[in-house]
Structure formats: C-alpha cells, structure tokens
C-alpha cells in the first residue's frame, strides 16, 4: 500500500478496480449512489448561484480552495447518482496542484464505460463539472505565478 498521497492516475486505477466488482450497470449505478451518500456534509450557505455547474440538469455546487498549493474541492448535487458522480470526481482531483488536475487526463470516465451508460444530460453534466474544475486549475496556478 502506498503511503501518502495517490497520484490522480492512481486514483483512477483503484476507482475502475473497485467497479470491476460489480456485474452490471444496476449494480455500478447502486455503488455511485452509495458514494454520494457518503460525501461529507455540503452547507447550505454555499448552495449559490456562484458555485452551481452550469450545463447540469439536477444542481450540483461546486466549491474549491486553494491549501498549501493544493486545490481543495467540495461539491454536492440534489440527484442521488449525480451526486455519486460528484464523489467520483472529487475523489480523483481533490487536494493536488493546479498542475496535476491540468496536465492529468481523466480516463476512468471512458475506461469503466460510464460516459455511454448515463443519459446524455447526466454526461454533459459531469463533462461540465470536469471543466469547472480544470478552469479553477487554470485560475489558481494563474494566480500563483502572478
């Protein structure tokens, strides 16, 4: 087991691992589910129009800092799988620089064939969330070489 950090391509590896478990779709889409439900409490108090995704059909919140040169992310929706999605994605990019979400492609999305098993709203949504993150990435790491 590796001590420390997991680097995003890491994470990825483990998340398509840990699906590779389940036999089908329903089960796949039960586990997202379970993941949501375990994301850490989101205050209402940042459930703002600021830190919506825009380009998602349920609301996801999205908000982020920036920690020891590390982006912290935290995020929640009010759609069960949407949420599960959110986990996902926060599991992967959450506390590394702003060069590692940039430079990192996202892969686990097309190598666990999810993309193709949402609905194409549900799809564009968490392309759209992919993008938010990337351009906070691109905003910090502006910011931190200004």
Partial sequence: ???????????EDEIVEEFEMFGDWSEKFEHIIA???????FPAELQLEENKVRGCQSNVWLTTD???GKIHLEGDSDALIVKGLV???LKVYSDHTPDEIINTPLT??????LSASL???RS??????????????LAYKAKMNS
């Fill in 35 to 41: 993941l949501g439900k375990k994301l850490p409490s």
């Fill in 108 to 113: 686990f999305i097309q190598r666990l064939g």
């Fill in 66 to 68: 920036l920690r020891d």
């Fill in 119 to 121: 609905s194409p709203t």
């Fill in 124 to 137: 564009n949504g968490l392309d759209s969330m992919i993008k938010k993150i990337k351009f906070y990435a």
């Fill in 1 to 11: 087991m590796k001590i420390g950090k997991m680097t995003i391509q890491e994470t």
């Fill in 87 to 89: 986990a996902l994605v």
